[in-house]
């Protein structure tokens, strides 16, 4: 018998045509992705032309992209864009202020430390006590050594003397009436001892308070200032409102 020939299936042939089908599906689908657009704003369009792959040293076809703003986006664009070139400028400005203003660390040493309530309320209180204690007795004083005085020499005139019964009721009355006199004042000074340091305590409360106040408002002040510069700094935006106009066409400026 001879021998029969046989041939398998073309591997090669089959694999080239795969490629030329890919290649083909590729181009169309690039071509279907990129459509031209047309809006109020301007134009987006596409166009190719011809390169060399300088993996392979064949020819490519290249694809651009070209995006126009109509006139009227075109010409806010160009303002945009000089607005912004000055508001970089002013922002150049205010950050060279303000790290003159913010060089150094902040000095709040200048103004010294808060004030305190630095006061004993029962000292407060018995110091009140006691002057208003010696406010009466010092009235009482001259008016009680005036009557001794007149009630010795009354009772010497009628023959009394220390040691007699009258003499010494009569000295005795006095002296009680005398002590009773004296703690009336004592007791009126307990009122007013409280009275007055409870007019004192809101005296220096109101005082310390006022202090603080006034060097938290200092402060706030103080910080205001030193920060102003930065705060205007980062208020300028130069980009902000090119970014705004170029989002219609998914630009970034």
Known sequence: MGKGSSSGPDVVGAAKQEGVENRETARDTNYANRPDQYNPF???????????????????????????LSDPMEGLLNDQIGNAQKQ??????????????MGSAADFEQFGEGSNLEFDPTELRQRSEDMAYQRETSRLDPQFEQRASDMEVKLRSQGLRPGDAAYDRAMGNFDRARNDAYEQA????????????????????????????????NIQEYLSKRSFDLNEA????????????????????
């Open 234 to 253: 980062n208020a300028l935006n130069p980009t902000g409102n090119v970014k705004d106009l170029m989002s219609p066409f998914g630009g970034e400026a």
């Open 186 to 217: 004592r007791m009126g000074a307990v009122g007013t001892g409280r009275q007055e340091s409870a007019q004192a305590y809101s005296q220096q409360l109101g005082s310390t308070e006022f202090a603080n106040a006034l060097r938290d408002k």
């Open 42 to 68: 301007g134009s987006l369009t596409w166009g190719t032309y011809s390169d060399i792959d300088p993996a392979t040293g064949q020819k490519v076809t290249r694809w651009r992209q070209e995006q126009n």
């Open 88 to 101: 970089s400028y002013l922002q150049s400005q205010a950050m060279n202020r303000a790290g003159e203003s």
